[in-house]
């Protein structure tokens, strides 16, 4: 089992960027499959992207597509999610995620770090 802690969460303004971290701990980093969702004020968590194994699997959800990069670092057992052109819709509590599955399921995710609160400003 692994352990996960995102950070890098903060206020930007529409338009502005930001880069999630999900700094993980425990053995095994190379197999997991990493997710990160999120939580906006009100609704239900939703999936934003995942990256596989070797990057086998790489998923973005519609509405972050183009704007979202997710990549991960197996020498820093780290993952990263880069946001680009943030809208006020992206404001959320963002979650990082595990499994051993190549999946973009959230309830087959198993291990879950706390979130970071990402907040953008009109």
């Known amino acids: 089992e692994v352990q996960l802690q995102a950070s890098g969460g903060g206020l930007v303004q529409a338009g502005g960027s930001l880069t999630l971290s999900c700094t993980v701990s425990?053995?095994?980093?190379?197999?997991?499959?990493f997710g990160w969702f999120r939580q906006p004020p009100g609704k239900e968590r939703e999936g934003v992207s995942c990256?596989?194994?070797?990057?086998?699997?790489?998923y973005y959800v519609d509405s972050v597509n183009g704007r979202f990069t997710i990549s991960r670092d197996n020498a820093k057992n780290t993952v990263y999610l880069r946001m680009n052109s943030l809208k006020p819709e992206d404001t959320a509590v963002y979650y990082c995620?595990?499994?051993?599955?190549?999946?973009?399921?959230?309830?087959?995710?198993?291990?879950w770090g706390q979130g970071t609160l990402v907040t953008v400003s009109s």
């Open positions: 995620a595990a499994t051993f599955r190549n999946t973009v399921t959230p309830t087959l995710y198993d291990s």
């Open positions: 990256i596989g194994t070797n990057n086998r699997l790489v």
């Open positions: 425990g053995s095994g980093f190379d197999d997991y499959t």
